[in-house]
């Protein structure tokens, strides 16, 4: 084993990741957490609701947050997971973020096949207003990936697996990069 490796207290601070730049630390990135859960009882409040231009658009931006503050959580716990995969702290911190990606996938499942159900036309002409010009291309790909998006409850199934079947992997990783000690191992090679 090389005994140049330097551990991650011994390199200079200019040679490592800035996480400062998303939390100072887990407890602000656990806030953002809870606000996480609290717009997704809103979003999911709005299910049986697309009924109207507004209530589309309040979707579409609560969508919007939802998925900026989610990446900004998984890309922290994942920095602060590789930083040390032995660090049960920093597991423990990307786990919560994974179990709350399920939550999240499985409270906006129904966003995609609602808007679905909704004519077509209607939904293209909301999209000239000025209010959805962000949305344009959104739901233009609603119109062209239409035959493709399961009903309702069959969405929610599928979302609600994503950490088991993401789970071998996750696990691999874990000992895979890990910062494991192992022995030298000794094999005696004989000809028979």
């Keep these: 084993m090389n005994s140049n490796i330097k551990n991650r207290d011994e390199i200079e601070d200019i040679y490592k990741w800035n996480t400062a730049n998303l939390y100072k630390d887990s407890e602000e990135a656990a806030k953002d957490m809870q606000f996480i859960r609290d717009l997704l009882e809103k979003f999911h409040g709005l299910s049986g609701k697309l009924s109207n231009k507004e209530t ?70 909301y999209s000239k207003a000025e209010d959805f010009q962000d949305y344009r291309h959104f739901i233009k790909e609603i119109g062209r990936n239409k035959e493709h998006i399961l009903s309702d409850p069959e969405e929610k199934i599928l979302s609600s697996f994503s950490e088991l079947t993401g789970a071998p992997k996750s696990i691999f990783q874990i000992l895979n990069n890990a910062d494991l000690k192992l022995g030298i191992s000794k094999m005696k090679i004989t000809n028979q």
């Design 56 to 125: 589309i658009l309040e979707a579409l931006l609560l969508q919007d947050t939802l998925d900026q503050l989610m990446e900004k959580c998984y890309t922290y716990a994942h920095m602060k997971l590789d930083e040390d995969n032995a660090n049960t702290a920093s597991l423990a911190l990307f786990d919560q973020v994974k179990s709350l990606f399920v939550t999240y996938s499985e409270m906006t499942s129904y966003f995609i096949p609602e808007l679905m159900k909704i004519d077509y036309t209607l939904l293209e002409e």
